[in-house]
Protein backbone atom coordinates (compact mmCIF):
# COMPACT_ATOMS: atom_id res chain seq x y z
CA UNK A 1 0.00 0.00 0.00
CA UNK A 2 1.23 3.77 -0.67
CA UNK A 3 2.70 6.17 2.18
CA UNK A 4 1.09 9.39 2.44
CA UNK A 5 2.64 11.90 4.31
CA UNK A 6 1.35 15.69 4.77
CA UNK A 7 3.59 18.39 6.39
CA UNK A 8 3.47 21.73 7.17
CA UNK A 9 5.48 24.76 5.18
CA UNK A 10 8.38 23.95 7.32
CA UNK A 11 8.36 20.46 6.16
CA UNK A 12 7.12 19.30 9.74
CA UNK A 13 4.93 16.40 9.78
CA UNK A 14 1.59 16.90 10.30
CA UNK A 15 -0.01 13.42 9.04
CA UNK A 16 0.94 9.92 7.69
CA UNK A 17 -1.37 6.98 7.60
CA UNK A 18 -0.58 3.22 8.77
CA UNK A 19 1.11 2.35 5.88
CA UNK A 20 3.86 4.69 6.55
CA UNK A 21 4.42 2.62 10.35
CA UNK A 22 4.64 -0.49 8.17
CA UNK A 23 7.03 0.88 5.49
CA UNK A 24 9.32 2.83 7.98
CA UNK A 25 9.15 1.31 11.36
CA UNK A 26 8.57 4.67 13.28
CA UNK A 27 5.07 4.72 14.82
CA UNK A 28 2.42 7.38 14.12
CA UNK A 29 2.81 9.71 17.23
CA UNK A 30 6.53 9.37 16.68
CA UNK A 31 6.53 10.64 13.24
CA UNK A 32 4.53 13.91 14.38
CA UNK A 33 6.24 17.00 14.39
CA UNK A 34 9.21 16.24 12.78
CA UNK A 35 10.78 16.47 9.71
CA UNK A 36 10.57 13.78 6.85
CA UNK A 37 14.76 14.03 7.18
CA UNK A 38 14.67 11.54 9.47
CA UNK A 39 14.39 8.96 6.60
CA UNK A 40 17.63 10.03 5.12
CA UNK A 41 20.07 7.86 4.21
CA UNK A 42 22.69 9.84 3.05
CA UNK A 43 22.69 8.46 -0.33
CA UNK A 44 21.46 11.26 -1.95
CA UNK A 45 23.46 14.42 -1.80
CA UNK A 46 22.31 18.07 -0.65
CA UNK A 47 21.99 19.24 -4.32
CA UNK A 48 19.01 16.28 -4.84
CA UNK A 49 17.53 18.22 -1.51
CA UNK A 50 17.61 21.74 -2.87
CA UNK A 51 16.50 21.11 -6.16
CA UNK A 52 13.24 18.67 -4.89
CA UNK A 53 11.97 21.71 -2.08
CA UNK A 54 12.73 24.46 -5.35
CA UNK A 55 10.09 22.41 -7.11
CA UNK A 56 7.42 22.35 -4.99
CA UNK A 57 7.95 25.77 -3.29
CA UNK A 58 7.32 26.56 -6.50
CA UNK A 59 3.84 25.28 -6.87
CA UNK A 60 5.08 22.38 -9.19
CA UNK A 61 4.96 18.42 -8.52
CA UNK A 62 8.23 16.77 -8.17
CA UNK A 63 8.30 13.30 -9.08
CA UNK A 64 11.71 10.71 -7.94
CA UNK A 65 12.87 7.58 -6.12
CA UNK A 66 14.19 7.88 -2.69
CA UNK A 67 17.18 5.92 -1.00
CA UNK A 68 15.47 6.13 2.38
CA UNK A 69 16.30 4.70 5.68
CA UNK A 70 14.41 2.85 8.51
CA UNK A 71 14.19 3.25 11.70
CA UNK A 72 16.01 -0.05 12.41
CA UNK A 73 18.73 1.25 9.72
CA UNK A 74 17.85 -0.65 6.67
CA UNK A 75 17.85 0.83 3.57
CA UNK A 76 14.75 1.24 1.29
CA UNK A 77 13.11 2.30 -2.07
CA UNK A 78 10.31 4.65 -2.63
CA UNK A 79 9.19 5.89 -5.40
CA UNK A 80 7.71 9.33 -4.47
CA UNK A 81 5.32 12.01 -6.20
CA UNK A 82 4.97 15.02 -3.32
CA UNK A 83 3.03 18.24 -4.68
CA UNK A 84 2.03 21.55 -3.06
CA UNK A 85 -1.85 21.63 -1.17
CA UNK A 86 -3.52 25.01 -1.90
CA UNK A 87 -6.37 27.03 -0.79
CA UNK A 88 -9.10 28.16 -2.46
CA UNK A 89 -6.93 31.07 -3.55
CA UNK A 90 -4.38 29.47 -4.64
CA UNK A 91 -2.14 29.98 -1.87
CA UNK A 92 0.18 26.82 -0.44
CA UNK A 93 -0.58 25.91 2.72
CA UNK A 94 1.10 21.99 3.42
CA UNK A 95 3.00 19.56 1.56
CA UNK A 96 1.56 16.00 0.96
CA UNK A 97 3.68 13.01 -0.41
CA UNK A 98 2.55 9.75 -1.70
CA UNK A 99 4.84 7.20 -1.90
CA UNK A 100 5.01 3.56 -2.75
CA UNK A 101 7.76 1.12 -1.67
CA UNK A 102 9.86 -0.59 -4.41
CA UNK A 103 12.50 -2.06 -2.52
CA UNK A 104 11.44 -5.49 -3.97
CA UNK A 105 11.52 -4.05 -7.43
CA UNK A 106 14.92 -3.09 -7.31
CA UNK A 107 16.49 -5.77 -5.68
CA UNK A 108 14.62 -7.87 -7.95
CA UNK A 109 15.76 -6.37 -11.01
CA UNK A 110 19.84 -6.40 -9.84
CA UNK A 111 19.52 -9.64 -9.18
CA UNK A 112 18.68 -10.50 -12.80
CA UNK A 113 21.17 -7.93 -14.07
CA UNK A 114 23.70 -9.65 -11.90
CA UNK A 115 22.08 -12.48 -13.36
CA UNK A 116 22.98 -10.92 -16.93
CA UNK A 117 25.90 -9.90 -15.66
CA UNK A 118 27.49 -13.40 -14.65
CA UNK A 119 26.29 -15.04 -18.37
CA UNK A 120 28.19 -12.49 -19.96
CA UNK A 121 31.36 -12.89 -17.84
CA UNK A 122 30.89 -16.61 -18.80
CA UNK A 123 30.87 -16.23 -22.24
CA UNK A 124 33.81 -14.09 -21.82
CA UNK A 125 35.62 -16.31 -19.19
CA UNK A 126 34.89 -19.40 -22.54
CA UNK A 127 36.97 -16.99 -24.75
CA UNK A 128 39.18 -16.19 -22.64
CA UNK A 129 40.04 -19.90 -21.95
CA UNK A 130 39.49 -20.58 -25.41
CA UNK A 131 42.51 -18.27 -26.56
CA UNK A 132 44.54 -19.33 -23.14
CA UNK A 133 44.20 -23.29 -23.76
CA UNK A 134 45.33 -22.00 -27.57
CA UNK A 135 48.47 -20.84 -25.67
CA UNK A 136 48.88 -23.67 -23.54
CA UNK A 137 48.43 -26.59 -26.45
CA UNK A 138 51.47 -24.96 -28.04
CA UNK A 139 53.56 -23.80 -24.75
CA UNK A 140 53.00 -27.49 -23.47
CA UNK A 141 53.18 -29.65 -27.00
CA UNK A 142 56.47 -28.07 -27.90
CA UNK A 143 57.76 -28.26 -24.43
CA UNK A 144 56.72 -31.92 -24.71
CA UNK A 145 58.60 -32.21 -28.11
CA UNK A 146 61.64 -30.56 -26.59
CA UNK A 147 61.50 -33.53 -24.11
CA UNK A 148 61.21 -35.51 -26.53
CA UNK A 149 64.36 -35.13 -28.44
CA UNK A 150 66.80 -33.92 -25.66
CA UNK A 151 68.84 -36.92 -24.02
CA UNK A 152 67.96 -38.06 -20.60
CA UNK A 153 71.37 -36.61 -19.14
CA UNK A 154 71.17 -33.70 -20.81
CA UNK A 155 71.12 -30.55 -18.26
CA UNK A 156 68.22 -28.28 -19.97
CA UNK A 157 65.83 -31.54 -19.38
CA UNK A 158 65.02 -30.30 -16.13
CA UNK A 159 64.47 -26.62 -17.32
CA UNK A 160 61.71 -27.90 -20.14
CA UNK A 161 60.38 -30.22 -17.48
CA UNK A 162 59.70 -27.21 -15.09
CA UNK A 163 58.44 -25.38 -18.33
CA UNK A 164 55.82 -28.26 -19.27
CA UNK A 165 54.74 -28.64 -15.55
CA UNK A 166 53.89 -24.67 -15.01
CA UNK A 167 51.86 -24.93 -18.26
CA UNK A 168 50.31 -28.01 -16.71
CA UNK A 169 49.50 -26.39 -13.85
CA UNK A 170 47.89 -23.33 -16.32
CA UNK A 171 45.71 -25.77 -18.06
CA UNK A 172 44.51 -26.99 -14.62
CA UNK A 173 43.70 -23.70 -13.41
CA UNK A 174 41.65 -22.45 -16.68
CA UNK A 175 39.55 -25.78 -16.15
CA UNK A 176 38.77 -24.49 -12.93
CA UNK A 177 37.74 -21.07 -13.63
CA UNK A 178 35.36 -22.39 -16.24
CA UNK A 179 33.85 -24.48 -13.56
CA UNK A 180 31.89 -20.92 -12.24
CA UNK A 181 30.66 -20.27 -16.21
CA UNK A 182 29.51 -23.13 -17.52
CA UNK A 183 26.31 -24.67 -17.50
CA UNK A 184 27.76 -28.69 -17.87
CA UNK A 185 27.22 -31.27 -20.01
CA UNK A 186 26.94 -33.69 -17.53
CA UNK A 187 29.83 -36.53 -17.63
CA UNK A 188 29.27 -38.63 -14.67
CA UNK A 189 31.96 -41.08 -13.52
CA UNK A 190 33.14 -43.30 -10.53
CA UNK A 191 35.04 -41.19 -8.73
CA UNK A 192 36.25 -40.17 -5.36
CA UNK A 193 34.90 -37.47 -3.56
CA UNK A 194 38.32 -36.56 -1.52
CA UNK A 195 40.38 -36.74 -4.75
CA UNK A 196 38.27 -33.90 -6.22
CA UNK A 197 38.20 -31.56 -2.81
CA UNK A 198 42.24 -32.48 -2.61
CA UNK A 199 42.63 -30.95 -5.89
CA UNK A 200 40.79 -28.18 -5.63
CA UNK A 201 41.86 -27.31 -2.36
CA UNK A 202 43.96 -24.45 -3.86
CA UNK A 203 41.14 -23.10 -5.90
CA UNK A 204 38.97 -22.77 -2.28
CA UNK A 205 41.75 -21.05 -0.60
CA UNK A 206 41.98 -18.28 -3.18
CA UNK A 207 38.18 -17.81 -3.25
CA UNK A 208 37.80 -17.20 1.00
CA UNK A 209 41.04 -15.40 1.68
CA UNK A 210 43.72 -15.98 3.59
CA UNK A 211 41.66 -14.49 6.96
CA UNK A 212 39.62 -17.68 7.21
CA UNK A 213 40.84 -20.94 7.92
CA UNK A 214 40.18 -24.11 5.46
CA UNK A 215 40.13 -26.99 7.27
CA UNK A 216 39.58 -30.46 6.03
CA UNK A 217 38.34 -34.13 7.59
CA UNK A 218 37.55 -36.53 4.69
CA UNK A 219 37.35 -39.95 5.38
CA UNK A 220 40.27 -41.93 3.77
CA UNK A 221 37.90 -44.72 3.01
CA UNK A 222 35.36 -43.23 1.84
CA UNK A 223 32.83 -44.78 -1.25
CA UNK A 224 32.91 -44.14 -4.36
CA UNK A 225 30.14 -42.09 -5.90
CA UNK A 226 29.13 -41.55 -9.59
CA UNK A 227 28.95 -37.72 -10.57
CA UNK A 228 29.90 -35.29 -12.78
CA UNK A 229 33.42 -33.90 -11.02
CA UNK A 230 33.15 -30.42 -12.40
CA UNK A 231 29.63 -30.24 -10.97
CA UNK A 232 31.04 -30.93 -7.55
CA UNK A 233 33.55 -28.53 -7.94
CA UNK A 234 31.23 -26.01 -8.24
CA UNK A 235 28.97 -27.20 -5.39
CA UNK A 236 32.15 -26.78 -3.41
CA UNK A 237 32.74 -23.07 -4.86
CA UNK A 238 29.13 -22.16 -3.91
CA UNK A 239 29.20 -23.19 -0.47
CA UNK A 240 32.48 -22.25 0.56
CA UNK A 241 31.73 -18.92 -0.90
CA UNK A 242 27.88 -18.44 1.11
CA UNK A 243 30.16 -19.95 4.37
CA UNK A 244 32.97 -17.13 3.29
CA UNK A 245 30.27 -14.62 3.54
CA UNK A 246 28.74 -15.59 6.63
CA UNK A 247 31.43 -15.33 8.52
CA UNK A 248 32.18 -11.96 6.99
CA UNK A 249 29.00 -11.14 7.55
CA UNK A 250 29.61 -12.19 11.53
CA UNK A 251 32.84 -9.74 11.71
CA UNK A 252 34.00 -12.54 14.21
CA UNK A 253 38.39 -12.22 15.23
CA UNK A 254 40.38 -13.99 12.40
CA UNK A 255 41.63 -16.73 15.18
CA UNK A 256 37.60 -18.24 15.10
CA UNK A 257 37.32 -17.97 11.39
CA UNK A 258 36.69 -21.46 9.88
CA UNK A 259 35.46 -23.20 7.38
CA UNK A 260 35.27 -27.11 7.40
CA UNK A 261 34.65 -29.53 4.47
CA UNK A 262 33.88 -32.71 5.71
CA UNK A 263 33.20 -36.33 4.41
CA UNK A 264 31.91 -39.81 5.61
CA UNK A 265 30.55 -42.73 5.03
CA UNK A 266 27.06 -43.04 6.30
CA UNK A 267 23.78 -45.14 6.59
CA UNK A 268 19.84 -43.46 6.18
CA UNK A 269 17.64 -45.50 7.92
CA UNK A 270 13.87 -45.08 7.21
CA UNK A 271 13.15 -42.92 10.50
CA UNK A 272 15.61 -40.38 9.04
CA UNK A 273 14.30 -40.47 5.71
CA UNK A 274 10.85 -39.75 7.93
CA UNK A 275 12.16 -36.69 9.15
CA UNK A 276 14.05 -35.50 6.00
CA UNK A 277 12.09 -35.14 2.94
CA UNK A 278 13.75 -35.83 0.28
CA UNK A 279 16.60 -38.26 1.49
CA UNK A 280 17.00 -41.99 0.42
CA UNK A 281 17.73 -45.07 2.55
CA UNK A 282 20.53 -46.82 1.83
CA UNK A 283 24.21 -46.63 1.86
CA UNK A 284 25.64 -42.40 1.37
CA UNK A 285 28.47 -40.62 0.77
CA UNK A 286 28.18 -37.25 3.17
CA UNK A 287 30.04 -34.40 2.40
CA UNK A 288 29.40 -31.62 4.60
CA UNK A 289 30.51 -28.22 4.80
CA UNK A 290 30.28 -26.03 7.72
CA UNK A 291 31.06 -22.43 8.92
CA UNK A 292 31.28 -20.09 12.02
CA UNK A 293 29.62 -17.52 10.54
CA UNK A 294 26.35 -15.88 11.58
CA UNK A 295 24.34 -18.51 10.92
CA UNK A 296 20.41 -18.14 9.79
CA UNK A 297 17.06 -18.22 11.47
CA UNK A 298 14.59 -20.55 10.85
CA UNK A 299 12.66 -18.48 8.43
CA UNK A 300 15.29 -17.67 6.41
CA UNK A 301 16.79 -21.56 5.84
CA UNK A 302 13.26 -21.94 4.51
CA UNK A 303 13.56 -19.88 1.38
CA UNK A 304 17.62 -20.64 1.28
CA UNK A 305 17.79 -22.67 -1.73
CA UNK A 306 14.84 -20.17 -3.30
CA UNK A 307 16.19 -19.12 -6.96
CA UNK A 308 17.09 -15.17 -5.96
CA UNK A 309 17.00 -15.44 -2.17
CA UNK A 310 19.80 -13.40 -0.26
CA UNK A 311 20.13 -12.19 2.52
CA UNK A 312 22.88 -9.96 1.32
CA UNK A 313 22.24 -6.01 -0.01
CA UNK A 314 21.76 -4.92 -3.67
CA UNK A 315 24.83 -5.77 -5.41
CA UNK A 316 26.36 -8.13 -3.36
CA UNK A 317 24.67 -11.26 -4.29
CA UNK A 318 22.87 -12.90 -7.06
CA UNK A 319 20.73 -15.57 -4.63
CA UNK A 320 21.69 -18.17 -7.50
CA UNK A 321 24.44 -19.91 -5.83
CA UNK A 322 22.59 -21.94 -3.50
CA UNK A 323 19.92 -22.53 -5.85
CA UNK A 324 22.41 -24.04 -8.14
CA UNK A 325 23.86 -26.19 -5.37
CA UNK A 326 20.28 -27.59 -4.94
CA UNK A 327 20.00 -28.45 -8.23
CA UNK A 328 22.52 -30.00 -9.44
CA UNK A 329 22.21 -32.61 -5.90
CA UNK A 330 18.37 -33.00 -7.06
CA UNK A 331 19.47 -33.45 -10.39
CA UNK A 332 22.07 -36.58 -9.26
CA UNK A 333 19.46 -38.15 -7.23
CA UNK A 334 21.12 -37.01 -3.76
CA UNK A 335 19.95 -34.67 -1.02
CA UNK A 336 20.61 -31.88 0.53
CA UNK A 337 19.71 -30.64 4.37
CA UNK A 338 20.58 -27.59 6.28
CA UNK A 339 21.46 -27.25 10.13
CA UNK A 340 22.01 -23.86 11.53
CA UNK A 341 20.99 -21.15 14.67
CA UNK A 342 21.29 -17.43 14.32
CA UNK A 343 24.83 -16.54 15.91
CA UNK A 344 25.75 -20.33 15.53
CA UNK A 345 27.19 -20.59 12.09
CA UNK A 346 25.55 -23.07 9.65
CA UNK A 347 26.21 -26.47 8.19
CA UNK A 348 25.27 -28.13 4.35
CA UNK A 349 25.24 -31.49 4.38
CA UNK A 350 24.90 -33.42 1.33
CA UNK A 351 24.11 -37.01 1.28
CA UNK A 352 25.18 -38.39 -2.48
CA UNK A 353 24.39 -42.42 -2.82
CA UNK A 354 27.23 -44.09 -2.60
CA UNK A 355 28.15 -46.83 -5.36
CA UNK A 356 30.20 -50.22 -5.61
CA UNK A 357 31.92 -49.65 -9.29
CA UNK A 358 35.71 -49.09 -9.21
CA UNK A 359 37.22 -45.66 -9.48
CA UNK A 360 37.50 -44.35 -13.16
CA UNK A 361 40.66 -42.76 -14.55
CA UNK A 362 40.77 -40.35 -16.52
CA UNK A 363 42.76 -42.62 -19.58
CA UNK A 364 41.74 -46.36 -18.92
CA UNK A 365 44.93 -48.02 -20.93
CA UNK A 366 48.38 -47.61 -20.47
CA UNK A 367 49.48 -45.61 -23.11
CA UNK A 368 52.95 -46.50 -23.12
CA UNK A 369 52.35 -50.02 -24.45
CA UNK A 370 50.94 -49.05 -27.71
CA UNK A 371 52.95 -47.43 -30.71
CA UNK A 372 51.71 -43.98 -31.33
CA UNK A 373 53.43 -44.12 -34.56
CA UNK A 374 51.53 -43.88 -37.99
CA UNK A 375 52.07 -43.75 -41.73
CA UNK A 376 48.39 -42.33 -42.21
CA UNK A 377 47.09 -39.08 -44.31
CA UNK A 378 45.83 -36.60 -41.58
CA UNK A 379 44.33 -33.02 -41.98
CA UNK A 380 45.01 -30.61 -39.27
CA UNK A 381 42.52 -28.04 -39.76
CA UNK A 382 43.31 -25.13 -37.57
CA UNK A 383 42.46 -21.58 -37.23
CA UNK A 384 45.33 -20.72 -34.88
CA UNK A 385 48.83 -20.72 -36.19
CA UNK A 386 50.72 -21.74 -33.33
CA UNK A 387 48.62 -24.68 -32.68
CA UNK A 388 48.29 -25.94 -35.99
CA UNK A 389 52.27 -25.59 -36.76
CA UNK A 390 52.68 -27.23 -33.44
CA UNK A 391 49.72 -30.41 -34.10
CA UNK A 392 51.99 -30.61 -37.93
CA UNK A 393 55.25 -31.16 -36.17
CA UNK A 394 54.16 -33.04 -33.76
CA UNK A 395 52.40 -35.60 -35.48
CA UNK A 396 55.11 -35.44 -38.76
CA UNK A 397 57.32 -36.77 -35.99
CA UNK A 398 55.46 -39.87 -35.60
CA UNK A 399 56.01 -40.37 -39.55
CA UNK A 400 52.33 -39.34 -40.13
CA UNK A 401 51.77 -37.37 -43.12
CA UNK A 402 50.43 -34.20 -42.63
CA UNK A 403 48.12 -31.51 -44.43
CA UNK A 404 47.04 -28.44 -42.98
CA UNK A 405 44.32 -25.50 -43.68
CA UNK A 406 43.77 -22.49 -41.62
CA UNK A 407 39.94 -22.77 -41.30
CA UNK A 408 36.89 -25.26 -43.02
CA UNK A 409 36.69 -22.94 -46.08
CA UNK A 410 40.19 -23.01 -47.20
CA UNK A 411 40.16 -26.90 -46.42
CA UNK A 412 36.93 -27.62 -48.56
CA UNK A 413 38.37 -25.89 -51.68
CA UNK A 414 41.71 -28.21 -51.25
CA UNK A 415 39.67 -30.70 -50.88
CA UNK A 416 37.50 -30.16 -54.00
CA UNK A 417 40.82 -29.27 -56.09
CA UNK A 418 43.10 -31.45 -55.37
CA UNK A 419 40.81 -35.09 -54.28
CA UNK A 420 43.59 -35.95 -51.84
CA UNK A 421 43.24 -39.42 -50.14
CA UNK A 422 42.72 -38.52 -46.32
CA UNK A 423 42.34 -41.20 -43.58
CA UNK A 424 41.70 -38.62 -40.75
CA UNK A 425 40.40 -35.34 -40.14
CA UNK A 426 41.91 -33.48 -37.15
CA UNK A 427 39.77 -30.19 -36.96
CA UNK A 428 39.40 -27.02 -34.26
CA UNK A 429 35.35 -26.62 -33.91
CA UNK A 430 35.17 -23.02 -33.63
CA UNK A 431 36.48 -20.99 -36.94
CA UNK A 432 35.68 -18.03 -38.39
CA UNK A 433 33.64 -18.92 -41.81
CA UNK A 434 33.03 -22.50 -41.73
CA UNK A 435 32.98 -24.53 -38.34
CA UNK A 436 34.47 -27.97 -38.02
CA UNK A 437 31.53 -29.58 -37.49
CA UNK A 438 30.32 -28.03 -41.27
CA UNK A 439 33.72 -29.21 -42.69
CA UNK A 440 33.02 -32.07 -41.39
CA UNK A 441 29.13 -32.99 -42.60
CA UNK A 442 30.57 -31.31 -45.89
CA UNK A 443 33.21 -33.98 -46.07
CA UNK A 444 31.10 -36.66 -45.12
CA UNK A 445 29.51 -36.50 -48.50
CA UNK A 446 32.91 -36.45 -50.60
CA UNK A 447 34.83 -38.74 -48.01
CA UNK A 448 32.56 -41.32 -46.40
CA UNK A 449 35.38 -43.40 -45.27
CA UNK A 450 36.81 -40.21 -43.58
CA UNK A 451 37.56 -40.56 -39.85
CA UNK A 452 37.09 -37.21 -37.99
CA UNK A 453 38.51 -36.02 -34.58
CA UNK A 454 37.65 -32.68 -33.58
CA UNK A 455 39.01 -30.67 -30.53
CA UNK A 456 38.46 -27.47 -29.04
CA UNK A 457 39.54 -25.42 -25.88
CA UNK A 458 36.02 -23.49 -25.07
CA UNK A 459 34.31 -24.88 -22.49
CA UNK A 460 31.82 -27.90 -23.02
CA UNK A 461 28.74 -25.57 -22.69
CA UNK A 462 29.87 -23.26 -25.42
CA UNK A 463 30.35 -26.48 -27.98
CA UNK A 464 27.85 -28.91 -27.12
CA UNK A 465 24.81 -27.43 -29.14
CA UNK A 466 27.60 -28.20 -31.87
CA UNK A 467 27.24 -32.43 -31.13
CA UNK A 468 30.98 -33.12 -30.86
CA UNK A 469 30.10 -33.89 -27.59
CA UNK A 470 27.47 -36.90 -28.41
CA UNK A 471 29.06 -40.37 -27.05
CA UNK A 472 30.02 -41.49 -30.66
CA UNK A 473 32.17 -38.38 -31.28
CA UNK A 474 36.02 -38.22 -30.77
CA UNK A 475 36.82 -35.13 -29.28
CA UNK A 476 39.87 -33.58 -27.37
CA UNK A 477 40.24 -31.02 -25.41
CA UNK A 478 42.46 -28.19 -25.20
CA UNK A 479 45.36 -27.96 -24.36
CA UNK A 480 46.44 -30.89 -25.49
CA UNK A 481 49.56 -33.11 -25.90
CA UNK A 482 50.86 -34.69 -29.30
CA UNK A 483 50.95 -38.12 -26.83
CA UNK A 484 47.51 -37.33 -26.24
CA UNK A 485 46.43 -36.03 -29.82
CA UNK A 486 48.38 -39.45 -31.46
CA UNK A 487 46.77 -41.51 -29.25
CA UNK A 488 43.38 -40.58 -29.82
CA UNK A 489 44.31 -40.96 -33.59
CA UNK A 490 45.61 -44.63 -32.91
CA UNK A 491 42.33 -45.48 -31.15
CA UNK A 492 40.56 -44.44 -33.91
CA UNK A 493 42.57 -45.61 -36.75
CA UNK A 494 43.74 -49.38 -35.38
CA UNK A 495 39.96 -49.85 -33.95
CA UNK A 496 38.67 -49.04 -37.98
CA UNK A 497 41.32 -51.17 -39.01
CA UNK A 498 40.13 -53.98 -36.34
CA UNK A 499 36.71 -53.85 -37.59
CA UNK A 500 37.60 -54.38 -41.09
Known sequence: SETVVITDLDG???????????????????????????????????????????????????????????????????????????????????????????????????????????????????????????????????????????????PTRNDVYEILKAGKRAAELTKQLLTFSRKQVIQPQTLNINTIILNYYRM???????????????????????????????????????????????????????????????????????????????????????????????????????????????????????????????????????????????SFKIYWPSVSDTIEKKIPEHIENISLEGTETILVVEDESEVRNFAQKGLEKLKSHIFTARNGIEALEWIQKEHPSIDLLFTDVIMPGMDGKELSDRLAKILPDLKILFASGYANNHIAHWGVLDKDVNFINKPYSITDVAYKIRKILDINKTKK
Open 204 to 346: LRRLIGEDISLELALDEHVSPIRADSGQLEQILANLVLNARDAIHEKGSDTATRKITIETANVFLNESYMKDHVGSRVGQQVLIAVSDSGIGMKQKTIAKIFDPFFTTKGVGKGTGLGLSTVYGIVKQNGASIFVYSELGEGA
Open 12 to 154: NIQYVNPAFEKTTGYSVSEALGQNPRILQSGQHDKAFYQELWAVITAGKTWQGVFVNKRKDGKLFYENAIIFPIKDSAGKIINFAAVKRDITAERELEEQLRQSQKLEAIGQLAGGVAHDFNNLLTAINGYSEMILMDLDEND
